[in-house]
């Protein structure tokens, strides 16, 4: 029941195969000099059925989704901790981990990640957590979200399957992050957005030369036409990031969890909040954290993993609330819009982890976000986009319900950057006083 | 002649410490338990009077600016620079060449620096370097501007001489980082901004939660307004990042000169282009070139160093050109507003340094900025600020008129974000198409 979105993308990518020139399908030829480091197979979610590496992403058996199967090293951990350890302050330390060409950091691309776990003690006086608090910062990336994470992993399947155009569907912050890695590494690219996005994620969008078309809908109509487009001979040469590319793509939010755990000094945290759009990000860092245990890398024990939305789009919550499926939300209404899918691909796979995790699914209205993102930056120097208020106010919500618990470490999210949602705090963010260059005037605005 | 600004602030200076309890000034009292790492005094820049570690700034004797004297360490460059790349992933691995205490990254601050270097291969080729091209990106510190540099180490100062509110003038990228590291710390913060800039400033200034006062009137009016707050009993107990704790605050921009250097495998680069504001970056990056010289930790060879100014506020470039003195722009006319400094405070010694490096500074105006904005973005998917669309600008312009040798190793500084700037490129930069969620309308669009 769970597949019937993806049932019909299956068919139109089975369909598109015989048109596309060289690129394989799920199931058909692959190409055979493909080598995207421990990578070595796709492999189907649900039914484990395995295909050879190409731009495939629904199980032709089942239409279950395909994810990355690798052969990671064995062998010593603290020989593979050392080693990234000497790696590079970006997320290529990781390359071992990765479906990524060993040398990947000497091409041109925009070396995202390794941002900063900021120790938020402030933050957590306020909020009483005891057990420590962390806020994972991915606005340190270069285009400011932790897009350009997933979009780095995708670049190179774009190479190795010989795309000359790179494209996505975007709530704004993919679309940034497309348009500057294919602008450093000299691809074309022509990216596709719902129209009415916040004025700086399409300039963003615009600035770095591709091409940059509005779609009147909503991110889901964004979405399947991307999915139709891949049908289509217009799409030829295509690769789209999050669709025919998504199971590499969607490896790139592992680093995340990497990071998080490497930043703690190789240790699990106990809680960790994120927040959920399609759920691919919660889906992959529940997988980054499990490879490190088996890797040997960190010592196991419980994490429990909260997943948090926007009231005006929280088809996941709502879910995980009344215990019933996931229902599409037609008409996403928040201020925090790189969360606004309507139809999240992963909201099933989030509920199982987060309640198996004992964890859970929380949302918070716009006053609650804006309020998280004040309180962020007031604490901690922190400006994040309105996807990071919606991670710290459920984090505040659920701590005050009893849910999250102050005396575990506890690691926030925050996903993206406040320069990009600046409307949602501009007309409360604004000078204290505006006055002549004077000492009495000074004196007379009280604020000494 | 040079000094006469100046001799007036030493004068206010003078006159304030004698009011303001505790903060010693220039040739007074000192705090006898100031450590500051290899920071052993402060030396005046002009006639190499010393004072004692403190929040003072202008030589008593000769009314010359104050810098940052060390000890710096001697012995094996080889164990520096292995000390230095152990370090952390941040501009505190050269601690020990700083002004701070050994233990400053395990303090609260925003932990800024170590950014990318970026090898600009695609647009090295579209100007024709063929020494090599390489873009200084600090668009990815905290507050994406350089300026958490500076702030880094006056906020140190600001810790050891006991101040309790952190300040500034600002054109607006310091206001942010003020805000931003005073409320990490759990300072308290208030920030001086010339009405008028940027939407994305001005809330950036304030979201941090300090109080932001804007000025009717220039940059320069809100300078002078500043050192007249240090005078009077409002301004007690205030550390201005740029006024008083300005000798401790300019060594931050030495961090881009060391990390240029490691960057290129500790090497100098033959030729570097850096935006002028107040100059100060410029002076200081040429102090750290010389200091790793010094250190052994690179091999010295000729530096071609090149300033670069908007034309709408150009002194520096003026009495460059045409060999007389620096004359205040008395009202500053561009779109690259962080560099609308009209009475820079290093302009003359900004001038010595290109001249005796054989350099030039050079201008150029708002469509050439902007140009160059979209060339930057286009080629290596770098957002820079009109800023550093002027540093990118003068190289082109420099190259054009064959002044910048392109077979030469050529750095070029992009010191802020171009989210901070939108209104520079947002007419420019939007969808190519707006059309219906079909492939007939993508199709009609002419973009596959």
Redesign the interface.
Known sequence: MRRKGLASMAVQAAESSAGAAGIPAAGTSAASDVSLGSAVALSCRECGTRVPLGPSFVCLECFGPLEVAYELPTGDPERLRKQIEAGP?SMWRYAPLLPVPADVADK?N??PG?T?LV?A??LAAELGVTGGLYVK?DS?N???SFKDRPVAIALEAARAFGFTTLSCSSTGNLAGAV??????A?LRS?VF?P?GLE??K???A????G???????TYD??N??CS??IG?P??EGWGFTNVNLRPFYAEGSKTLAYEICEQLGWKLPDQIVIPVASGCQLVKIDKGLRELVELGLVEDKPVRIFAAQAEGCSPVSRAFKDGGVVRPVRRPDTIAKSLAIGDPADGPYVIDICRGSGGAVEDVNDAEIVDA??LL???????AETAGGVTLGVTRKLLEAGVVDPSLSTVVLNTG????T?DA??SS???????????SA??A?G??
Chains 1, 2 share one sequence.
């Open positions: 302050a041109p925009l070396n390794f900063q120790q003690d402030r910062d340190g270069p285009t400011h348009g500057a890695a294919a602008s450093r000299g022509c957005i129209d004025q700086s399409v300039v963003m615009a600035i770095y030369g091409d940059l078309v509005a779609i009147d809908g109509d964004v399947r036409f139709e487009l289509d217009l799409g993102m004040k930056a007031r604490t901690e120097g922190v400006f950057d406040g320069l990009k600046l705090v501009a963010s604004g000078p204290s006083a505006v006055i002549a260059p004077s000492l000074f004196r605005a604020l000494a």
